[in-house]
């Protein structure tokens, strides 16, 4: 059901803002959107001026007389405004057979037919901007100082590579790394499809390590794979009536050591604790600035009722900048995402990276929603920047149905200064729905097989 919901939300949000740049520039540039819809297919429901609020499909000799139909419709994968005049999805030609109006968008010039075009891709631009500038300005970026990893697991995957506790990681393959942020941007998403060869500070001397890309987990959280140095579990919440409200633990209590042994992640505690049922178990915790020994005896089940997360307990400092610079910055991020974007279709087309890797559908948009939600506001608004800015690259590319395509057929028709035959834009159409769809099928595909369901 959060899926269902955030699903829902982003979607929403993100084809809102799209349409609405259509229809503003449409209105301004005084053409007639006969239809504002969110999603496709069916009408469920909607409101014009005409009719009022209805249920349903409207009459097919329905006449708005310029009125727009503001309607959701049955499939919730995106959205459309239908503009008079206008070949698009929709295929509809019932207004092309007769003298272009003053009100129709094939009768409008060159610049208003632009500009009705691309301004969903330049809304799309700017939400995403107006999100990066926010969490500049009001947040910052956290810089975790450090490159130093603080734990390795037996056996783990960083284990079998090779990777020891206190490796200091200088470079990854090549690219200088401050701290954990950089570290994690350079292994998980600039490297994507390469191999990774780090340089790393071990007892004083420097060694090269080369990792293999198929053993690096697609996503940095499965499993044990890089620890920073100051992780340690954290105590979330302490349960009513618990050994552990009994024994005096308290929230944001961190764990250093559990009958003496150092721990590193919440696994650890985990383990110590379940194989003492009905023991006392000695825990030596970090509370605000003092350290403090506990002693608490879990019971039958081997639990002492507390919910453990992970803490960063090193510096990290939050980099923050004015009200106008962070435009400047929030700008910089959307280059370097875009860059980011293109890179990535690059290793898709070469073939070092997976098509199911690089794209995601409404399964994983659904599963990202939730998660980024889960963590908060902020992460939840970053998110949707980054489906922004993906959405404003997607329609911006060169492709029949998609703004990129509309573009092109226009700007071919202003140079030959006429228009293109109604035929050759319907073929194009056609053919370029067809393409799509296949294409939301297999991305769609890909999805449902990355449940794992069977």
Not at 172 to 184: A, C, P, Q, S
Not at 247 to 265: C, H, Q, R, Y
Not at 285 to 310: F, H, Q, Y
């Amino acid at each position: 059901m959060d899926y269902i919901i955030y699903f829902a939300i982003t979607i929403g949000i993100l084809v809102f803002i799209h349409e609405f740049g259509h229809f503003a520039a449409a209105k301004l540039s005084g053409m007639r959107a006969e239809v504002f819809a969110i999603g496709f297919g069916k009408r469920l429901f909607g409101w014009n001026r005409k009719t009022g609020f209805t249920f349903g499909e409207l009459p097919k000799d329905f006449d708005g007389e310029g009125n727009t139909d503001y309607r959701i419709c049955l499939l919730p994968l995106g959205g459309y405004v239908k503009i008079t005049g206008m070949v698009d999805e929709s295929l509809d030609t019932n207004n092309l057979a007769s003298e272009p109006q003053p009100y129709e968008f094939r009768a409008k010039p060159l610049w208003a037919k632009v500009f009705v075009i691309t301004a969903g891709v330049l809304l799309n631009l700017l939400l995403a901007w107006f999100i990066f500038w926010g969490g500049n300005y009001f947040q910052g970026k956290p810089s975790t100082k450090t490159t130093t990893i603080g734990f390795v697991e037996q056996n783990s995957k960083a284990d079998s590579l090779g990777l020891k506790q206190g490796d200091k990681i200088i470079s990854v393959n090549g690219n200088k790394v401050k701290n954990w942020e950089e570290l994690r941007t350079e292994i998980f998403i600039n490297t994507l499809g390469e191999d990774v060869n780090l340089q790393i500070e071990r007892n004083n001397a420097l060694v090269e390590l080369k990792i293999p890309r198929k053993v690096i987990p697609e996503d940095e959280t499965q499993g044990l794979f890089l620890i920073p140095d100051g992780i340690r579990p954290a105590i979330g919440e302490v349960m009513k009536d618990s050994p552990a409200e009994k024994a005096g633990f308290k929230s944001n209590d961190i764990f250093l050591t559990v009958n003496e042994k150092p721990v590193f992640v919440p696994k650890d505690v985990t383990e110590i604790i379940s194989s003492n049922k009905d023991q006392k178990v000695d825990i030596k915790v970090l509370r605000e600035k003092d350290t403090m020994l506990i002693s608490v005896t879990p019971n039958a089940e081997g639990k002492i009722g507390v919910a453990l997360s992970a803490t960063f307990t090193g510096e990290v400092e939050y980099v923050t900048y004015g009200f106008f610079e962070s435009f400047y910055y929030g700008w910089l991020d959307i280059v370097r995402m875009t860059n980011l974007t293109f890179n990535m279709l690059g290793k898709v087309f070469t073939g070092n990276v997976e098509f199911k890797k690089a794209f995601g559908g409404p399964i994983k948009i659904a599963q990202f929603a939730a998660k980024s939600a889960d963590s908060g506001i902020s992460s939840f608004l970053y998110f949707l920047a980054l489906l922004s800015l993906s959405l404003a690259i997607l329609n911006i590319m060169p492709f029949p149905v998609l703004d990129g395509g509309h573009l092109v057929m226009i700007l071919i028709e202003g140079i030959i200064r006429r228009e293109i035959p109604l035929k050759v834009k319907l073929g194009i159409q056609k053919a370029g729905m067809a393409l799509l769809l296949l294409l939301m099928a297999f991305i769609l595909y890909n999805d449902i097989l990355s449940l794992k369901l069977w």
